[in-house]
């Protein structure tokens, strides 16, 4: 198994670094949906990925390091120390977090609201209390696979996307407003405010305290 590794090039080592680093990344810009679908499990979820990542880290690196590429060996330190703290670091800063969540997944943030506005999402259940379910490829844009309507601005929904749910209410996350975003609303049983803007209309909706942000 050894062997077999030191024999493949160098490029493949760091592309298996690389799509582990962006699988953690993952985690950690989705840390709100981890927690949301395990609750109490989901420390042993995060534990896990990074026993898996270290797995291949550790072994990889001892490659690299063997072929003395001091290039091969930086990049591969880098890509190890990103794929370490990303999960921790972004769980922890959501100022981070969330407006770089925002802009990797701006496709599929754009493609909801263009469903909204096309009206390819029933009415009856995005003003309902859970919303519309999302077509399967863009479950991931949301913590439960749902777009609700929060109320109404510029004469349209105000669609919310939960980026955390909490057991058995309470929620934050990403809301679309046509008009100006003013006032609080209540999601899943917590007041809201939109804090933070992050553009084409797009807020984060946190608790409500505070000055807004934009």
């Given amino acids: 198994m050894t062997t ?14 690389g799509a582990v680093t962006v699988a953690m990344l993952a985690v950690g810009l989705h840390i709100g949906g981890l927690v949301t679908a395990l609750w109490l499990l989901a420390p042993l979820a995060e534990g896990l990925a990074y026993l898996v990542a270290l797995a291949v880290y550790l072994p990889v690196m001892t490659v690299l390091v063997r072929r003395r590429g001091v290039a091969a060996c930086a990049a591969g330190l880098v890509l190890t120390i990103a794929g370490l703290a990303a999960p921790v670091t972004l769980q922890f800063t959501p100022e981070l977090r969330v407006p770089l969540r925002f802009h990797l997944e701006r496709f599929a943030f754009t493609q909801v609201a263009e469903l909204a506005r096309e009206g390819k999402l029933p009415a009856e259940r995005l003003h309902s209390y859970l919303g519309a379910e999302l077509p399967s490829h863009l479950c991931f844009v949301s913590a439960n696979c749902r777009v609700s309507a929060l109320g109404t601005s510029g004469g349209r929904p105000v669609l919310f996307l939960p980026d955390w749910l909490g057991i058995p209410d309470d929620a934050l996350g990403y809301a679309h407003f046509t008009g100006e975003a003013t006032g609080s609303f209540d999601a899943y049983g917590m007041r809201v405010c939109p804090t933070t803007h992050l553009g084409d209309g797009w807020w984060w909706m946190d608790r409500c305290r505070g000055p807004r942000r934009s």
């Fill in 4 to 17: 077999s590794r030191r024999r493949l090039p160098t490029t493949i080592l760091l592309s298996v670094m």
